[in-house]
């Protein structure tokens, strides 16, 4: 019998600790790395449903796990119900879920008509979530981002709810806040999300440190708390040790060496920038030469060779345990050698009007394609 709600979640083992299905970023040595450091549940990166369902090439590079990779859902972007069921199909027998992706913001999705852009089309969303709650033997669960009225926000999660989603994760930004118009997540419009439904409810946004975990519980009442970003900086986000980053970046490269084909070089070279983001800045040379490695060796040889500048400057401890001051927005103030998170920079008034105005005039023009229905499902070139 197919489990559901908090039936559902607690087969699970009742997850606190979620890693963020992220394009080309949460792939299989990823998650066994998160899940070393108290992650309870991960998702794949996000599967385009049309590609994986008609070619296996796409499907054989991009999905990958094993035995010791669970629970793991597995999220899919479509616009189309049969579409999202043929590849659900497909992972069923491995997946514990499969999730509908309502949250994806980029210019990618909007030309495709899905992720964050399925907002403006509810009809398609519910068709969608009620075929795949009928016919399948693994739950439906969903991703979404919230409107600027709170009331809309809480319609929409019902709708959700009553077409037959399981689970259903918040992340509170709007659809127009990503990159530098980022900004900062609503934690009580999820708060009222999680109010107003009866299935498990998991909070996205704002997660900058462990501390962050309890306090967005606590201010939403939420299941669990789902990390992206924090987690791409910091995969040993979810325990309240800080780490150096040396010592997390060979971690990841064992995992990938102990399981060939969980990472592919581009996966590692991008994970690598990320972990290691406070202390590119200083070590310009090495900053240039992760930029130029072409292999797994090289990015191995990187690895050791920015260790042993951090060990000779810095000292060779793998854990930070010191004092820390922090600035008015909470952001710690840590030496170089630990995993911090990215703090953006706020656009100054002029740029941040020049960028809403270019995004208006994308809309628009969008707008009109739609209107002459020439918008149509594109195939992004996700292949490596």
């Not at 792939?27 to 309870?40: D, F, G, I, Q």
Request: proline share 5%; glycine share 6%.
């Amino acid at each position: 019998m197919k489990l559901g709600g908090y039936e559902f979640y607690k087969s699970l083992g009742s997850p606190k600790h979620l890693v963020a299905p992220m394009v080309e970023q949460s792939e299989l040595a990823w998650r066994l790395l998160s899940r070393k450091y108290n992650a309870h549940l991960t998702y794949t990166p996000m599967f385009h449903a049309k590609l994986f369902s008609e070619n296996q090439k796409y499907r054989q590079e991009n999905w990958i796990y094993n035995e010791s990779d669970k629970p793991l859902i597995v999220q899919f972007c479509a616009n189309d119900p049969a579409c999202f069921l043929n590849a659900a199909k497909l992972v069923q027998d491995v997946a514990c879920a499969v999730d509908l992706n309502l949250g994806c913001p980029q210019g990618i999705a909007k030309r495709g008509h899905y992720g964050a852009f399925l907002m403006d089309d509810w009809d398609t969303i519910s068709s969608i979530v009620k075929l795949a709650h009928k016919e399948l033997s693994i739950p439906i669960t969903c991703k979404i981002r919230i409107y600027p009225e709170l009331e809309k926000t809480i319609r929409y999660a019902k709708m959700l709810e009553e077409s037959g989603c399981q689970m259903l994760t918040v992340h509170g930004r709007f659809r127009e806040q990503k990159g530098q118009m980022t900004g900062i997540a609503d934690w009580k419009q999820i708060a009222e999300v999680k109010k107003a439904v009866s299935i498990p409810v998991f909070a996205n946004g704002n997660i900058m440190y462990y501390k962050d975990i309890e306090k967005c519980m606590e201010a939403t009442g939420v299941d669990g708390v789902m990390s992206a970003e924090g987690n791409l900086y910091n995969p040993a986000i979810f325990q309240p040790v800080q780490y150096s980053s040396w010592f997390l970046a060979e971690e990841y490269l064992d995992i990938i060496k102990q399981h060939p084909g969980s990472a592919d070089f581009a996966q590692a070279k991008a994970h690598l920038f990320k972990i290691f983001h406070s202390a590119l800045p200083i070590y310009t040379d090495l900053r240039e030469k992760l930029s130029t490695v072409r292999s797994m060796e090289e990015i191995v040889e990187f690895t050791q060779a920015i260790k042993d500048r951090l060990i000779a400057d810095y000292g060779s401890a793998s854990i930070f345990d010191g004092e820390y001051k922090t600035d008015g927005r909470g952001v710690r103030e840590l030496p170089v050698w630990v995993v911090q998170p990215y703090i953006r920079k706020p656009l100054p008034a002029q740029e941040q009007k020049k960028d809403q105005t270019i995004e208006k005039r994308k809309t628009d023009e969008q707008d009109q394609k739609k209107k002459k229905g020439t918008l149509l499902l594109t195939q992004p070139n996700w292949t490596r």
